[in-house]
């Protein structure tokens, strides 16, 4: 099996869960914060659905420099649910499809993440995607889950079975 093939299968896992969260976002409520030092809900949101994208510059690109972004900029204004969705959708199937391409020579090579001249991280390319996209958009789907629990919205069952839904895989 390439490393390839492992990365989707947990892929697929995430994107479904990460998916699922997003379709209960509540329209109107994308100002709310839990607490003054956390992110807005619609915030939150978009930069979940956003994720997957720049998973995908992880695979595609050598490296990336903040100070001097190739890249193009991603809005985190919350438009609404389905915009969302779509964002997830297209970013997914772009890094789906990068993360299907990719050889593991080109998987296991350095990848290096800087601001400027601040190295933020240069290790193997498997472990900046691990670290960087897939940890990175469990938790905030995660925590977009606490926000749908402290707004009173059904928590999907993820992992294993919510207080809200029984969990099936």
């Not at 915030?43 to 510059?57: D, E, N, R, T």
């Not at 890094?95 to 350095?110: G, T, V």
């Not at 009173?152 to 839904?165: C, K, T, W």
């Amino acid at each position: 099996m390439t490393i390839a093939e492992i990365l989707l299968q947990d892929y697929d896992v995430e994107i479904s869960n990460t998916r699922r969260t997003l379709e209960r976002v509540p329209e109107g409520k994308n100002d709310w914060k839990c607490h003054d030092k956390s992110m807005p809900l619609g915030k939150l949101a978009v930069h979940c659905a956003s994720l997957p994208l720049f998973g995908s510059y992880i695979i595609l690109d050598d490296g990336m420099d903040l100070a001097k972004p190739t890249r193009p900029q991603t809005s985190f204004v919350f438009e609404s649910r389905q915009a969302c969705l779509n964002k997830l959708d297209e970013g997914a199937a772009a890094c789906r499809n990068a993360i299907a391409a990719a050889s593991d020579e080109a998987l296991a090579a350095p990848w290096k993440f800087s601001y400027g001249e601040q190295i933020i991280s240069n290790g193997p390319r498997t472990l900046a995607f691990r670290q960087m996209f897939f940890n990175h958009l469990v938790h905030h789907t995660a925590q977009l889950g606490v926000y749908l629990r402290l707004n009173d919205i059904p928590v999907p069952a993820l992992y294993g079975p919510s207080a809200d839904e029984q969990w099936s895989s």
